[in-house]
């Protein structure tokens, strides 16, 4: 334990500054920015408190109506176990605020050091692990967001709530699975199982992403005749315990999903496929900095001739992913109406270019360092203050908007006024 904290105190430490900085415009000014589906998680929240203070610490998840007459069907999709610790920080100090955004900087916090964990165990490089897991949890966030606000971390915003954590852990779960079915490496197993416990506890539609992504590579190996029984083994081994460690969700889930016949999630049409300029400018969007990170670190690597069959191949995946998911070259239509049912929007798998965008910059940052040795620094700062002027856009957009929207309300009231004037005169 000594040994450890000796190691890995210092990291701890920066990932927590880390996750601290990003909140600390919310956190001054106690205030959450919200979106469309901040109601609905907060409800949720609220029933799990007025249960519990009635005496029911674990309500039967079907019970809750959720809110906009959503209904139990939908809140089945994002269970809530996971939220317990949110739940008992809200009913310790009695400031929701304050406990949704200490809960946020603890996942923040987490997912910097579980993705980190993950790849300086398959690789022992703790340059590239870092500079995976800062640039990936700072890079990943999903969600549909009002146009003045551009945060990185978009759980800020509790829009996709759930899926955003989920999104934040995925690369632990398709990492170790990775090594366990191509490196045949069986260290992993068990980490795969918790953090599949998680994924599954806290989000279904971003789970079956990470579900089919998992079930590619086993096909994938299958024809490379890379699968042994030991591999499988593994695999079901950490199939098991997941199921073991999520039983609480996952059974009567299934119980009420072949019980009844619910109606699909609501969707958009639209996310399911967009044209080529869409994706293009999605590509090369300046709030993107996945994207830009890439283009920029391609420049310099093909500039020092280190851009290899590596680079290649992730740089494609990359582009490849993010064609699949918003592009309509995906005949999305065909699998529209089965996928609803669990998947709502495409952009609940964005873990897939997540992980190869920032799996690449991580490599060109590492081979990049052995001719300029600022580099990690340079990039490390750059992600962060990209992150936190997010932040403060959240906070500084709100105020402007709350100005604009008194400002129009005063305006129409006063040219209301001058306009019933004369009627009143002449009544």
């Not at 939908?74 to 100090?93: A, E, K, Q």
Request: one cysteine or more; charged letters at 10%.
């Amino acid at each position: 334990m000594k040994k450890y904290i000796q190691s890995y105190l210092g990291l701890h430490l920066i990932f927590l500054i880390i996750a601290m900085i990003l909140f600390l415009p919310l956190l001054l000014n106690g205030e959450l920015v919200t979106w469309r589906d901040s109601q609905f998680h907060i409800a949720r929240f609220h029933e799990l408190i007025m249960a519990q203070q009635n005496g029911h610490f674990f309500p039967d998840i079907i019970k809750y109506s959720g809110t906009n007459s959503w209904g139990y069907g939908l809140n089945f999709f994002y269970p809530t176990y996971l939220f317990y610790p949110l739940i008992f920080l809200w009913r310790l100090t009695k400031l929701p605020v304050t406990s949704i955004l200490i809960f946020d900087i603890i996942v923040v916090y987490f997912a910097l050091w579980s993705n980190f964990a993950i790849v300086y165990k398959i690789t022992s490089k703790i340059k590239l692990a870092f500079t995976f897991a800062l640039t990936y949890v700072l890079t990943a966030a999903i969600g549909n967001a009002i146009l003045d606000n551009v945060a990185v971390v978009r759980i800020a915003y509790m829009t996709q709530y759930a899926s955003n954590i989920v999104i934040l852990l995925a690369p632990v779960v398709v990492l170790s699975f990775y090594n366990i079915i191509f490196l045949h490496d069986n260290r992993t197993w068990l980490r795969a199982a918790i953090y599949s416990s998680f994924a599954v506890m806290l989000s279904i539609p971003t789970t079956l992403g990470i579900v089919l992504t998992v079930l590619c590579m086993v096909v994938v190996a299958y024809f490379k005749r890379q699968l042994s029984i030991n591999n499988m083994n593994q695999l079901l081994r950490s199939v098991l315990l997941t199921l073991g460690l999520s039983a609480a969700f996952v059974f009567p889930f299934i119980e009420q999903r072949l019980a009844n016949n619910w109606a699909n999630l609501p969707n958009n049409p639209d996310l399911f496929g967009a044209n080529f300029s869409t994706v293009l400018m999605r590509i090369f969007n300046l709030s993107n900095v996945l994207s830009l990170l890439i283009i920029g670190l391609t420049a310099l690597l093909i500039f020092y001739k280190k851009f290899n069959y590596v680079y290649k191949i992730l740089g494609l995946s990359y582009i490849v992913a993010l064609l699949f998911l918003y592009s309509n070259l995906f005949p999305w239509y065909l699998f529209n109406r089965e996928l609803s049912g669990a998947l709502q929007m495409t952009y609940r798998w964005h873990f897939m270019p997540a992980i190869l965008g920032s799996l690449f910059v991580a490599f060109a940052v590492t081979d990049l360092m052995k001719i300029k040795q600022k580099m990690l620094p340079i990039v490390s700062v750059m992600l962060i203050y990209l992150s936190f002027n997010g932040m403060m856009l959240n906070t500084v957009a709100k105020i402007a908007m709350l100005m604009v929207l008194i400002m129009q309300r005063t305006i129409l009231l006063h040219l209301t006024r001058k306009i019933l004037k004369p009627i009143h005169c002449l009544a």
